[in-house]
């Protein structure tokens, strides 16, 4: 079965700009949580998304959203783009997101602000 | 701070060496899971630790749970190439998953 599919696999944006991001999960997977890995912090969770809910958010600012669409499919938008946000984004998509089965994970999104 | 601090940070040793790799926390998690990711692509799952005490083996890997549910070991017998990666460790405390720091492992022919 295909994997998790992130798009854009790279992408550029000038401070001040908003960007979106798109995973596509796991065929028949219900969770959606995406992740910012950076060197300095490693993984940090974003938010996690469920039957287009939103169940759970990490510690990050407003700028950052979510949402997930009824196939599952998931975008994450990161607004008014500093240069702290350069970064790579996972999106990680499992069963029923309980925790204890693990993640599938996407190959990320590469995103550079200049 | 980190929930979950892993050592060593860094590790390049040669091939057919041993190692093992540490993930310790002060709180208590319902399940540990190991994954290991390569440059530019996502982490891949490698196992998933439930029970206090519990030893799994993945062909040279052996992944072990701490009695308390508070850390875990990796440890990989004769080390190869093809290992070299970032290892992480992440665990389920509450409604809510956390990454270990990582392990950067490098295995030199």
């Known amino acids: 079965k295909a994997g998790v599919t992130q798009t854009p696999r790279y992408l550029i944006k000038t401070r001040g700009q908003q960007v979106t991001l798109s995973c596509s999960p796991i065929?028949?997977?219900?969770?959606v949580s995406w992740y910012q890995q950076t060197p300095g912090q490693g993984l940090q969770f974003l938010f996690e998304?469920?039957?287009?809910?939103?169940?759970n958010k990490g510690n990050f600012p407003g700028r950052f959203s979510g949402r997930q669409f009824s196939n599952s499919r998931s975008e994450m938008n990161v607004s008014t783009l500093e240069l702290g946000d350069s970064a790579l984004y996972l999106c990680?998509?499992?069963?029923?997101?309980?925790?204890?089965?693990?993640?599938?994970f996407g190959s990320g999104t590469r995103l550079t602000v200049v | 701070t980190q929930l979950l601090e892993q050592s060593p940070q860094f590790l390049s040793i040669q091939e057919g060496e041993n190692l093992t790799v540490y993930c310790n926390s002060s709180?208590?998690?319902?399940?540990l899971q190991w994954y290991r990711q390569e440059p530019g692509e996502g982490p891949v799952l490698l196992v998933t630790?439930?029970?206090?005490?519990e030893v799994k083996k993945l062909k040279r890997l052996t992944f072990q749970f701490g009695d308390a549910r508070k850390d875990s070991s990796l440890h990989i017998t004769a080390a190869q190439p093809g290992d070299t990666g970032l290892y992480l460790c992440a665990g389920a405390s509450g409604n809510q998953f956390y990454f270990g720091t990582g392990t950067s492992l490098t295995v030199i022919p």
């Open positions: 630790v439930v029970t206090g005490g």
């Open positions: 998304y469920f039957s287009e809910t939103q169940r």
């Open positions: 990680a998509s499992s069963l029923d997101g309980r925790l204890n089965y693990g993640y599938t």
């Open positions: 065929s028949g997977h219900r969770s």
């Open positions: 709180s208590v998690f319902s399940s």
